[in-house]
Each structure stands twice: as C-alpha cells, then as structure tokens.
Nanobody, 129 residues
Framework: QVQLVESGGGLVQPGGSLRLSCAAS????????IGWFRQAPGKEREGVSY????????YYADSVKGRFTISRDIAKNTVYLQMNSLKPEDTAVYYC??????????????????????WGQGTQVTVSS
C-alpha cells in the first residue's frame, strides 16, 4: 500500500530553519515524483517544490527559491525539504505528495496539484516570534 508520512514540522522563529521529511512506503522513488505543497488558512493549496523521479531535477516556487532545498535519499526512500530563513508567511500545513511520473513539462506538477496521486497527512509549520 502506498503511504507517505511527513514529519519535522513545528514552531520556529523568523529567520530560523526546519527540515521536513517525507517517508515513502509501498513504492520506490525511482518511479515517482515527490512534491511538497502547503496550505495556509483561507488560502488555496500551493506548490512549494518537487523532485523528478528520473534524474532528480528540482523545481521551486518563486516565493521559496533560494531559501528552501528539496533532496532525496533513494536508499532510505525519503524526500527532505530543508527550509532556511523562514518567514511568517511560510506558516502553513505542509504536505508531501507522489505522482507516477509522466512526460510533464517543467513546473507543471508544481502548478497543478490535482495531478498528484498520493498525499500524506500533513505537518504544521508555524513561523512566529
């Protein structure tokens, strides 16, 4: 059974860092893209970052570029999101998702969250002083 479990969320001060983990089971990362999305109260779900299944190419939303880094450890079947220089506007529930990779143009999976096949339960990130 396909499962995704996020961890690493919490309360952090502005300018601080957090590292989120997405542990996958029931499938291997070499056939799936893994993405991070977030949803703040009153806002639509938005794509943050994703990593491709084939070559490990990474993609980022403009709002997090230069501050967040996505990476994967295939041996551990885990994807990470390193978040640095956190801002209050980063506060949201963060979800990881998996998609059986198709021939998508760059950034399509980041923009269209409904294309993703599997979702984790989410982890809360709160950035506040």
């Amino acid at each position: 059974q396909v499962q995704l479990v996020e961890s690493g969320g919490g309360l952090v001060q502005p300018g601080g860092s957090l590292r989120l983990s997405c542990a996958a089971s029931g499938f291997t990362l070499d056939f799936y893209a893994i993405g991070w999305f977030r949803q703040a109260p009153g806002k639509e779900r938005e794509g943050v970052s994703y990593i491709s299944s084939s070559d490990g190419s990474t993609y980022y939303a403009d709002s997090v570029k230069g501050r967040f880094t996505i990476s994967r450890d295939i041996a551990k079947n885990t994807v990470y999101l390193q978040m640095n220089s956190l801002k209050p506007e980063d506060t949201a529930v963060y979800y990881c998702a998996a998609e059986r990779s198709g021939p998508h143009p760059p950034f399509v999976l980041l923009r269209l969250w409904k294309l993703w096949d599997y979702w984790g339960q989410g982890t809360q990130v709160t950035v506040s002083s």
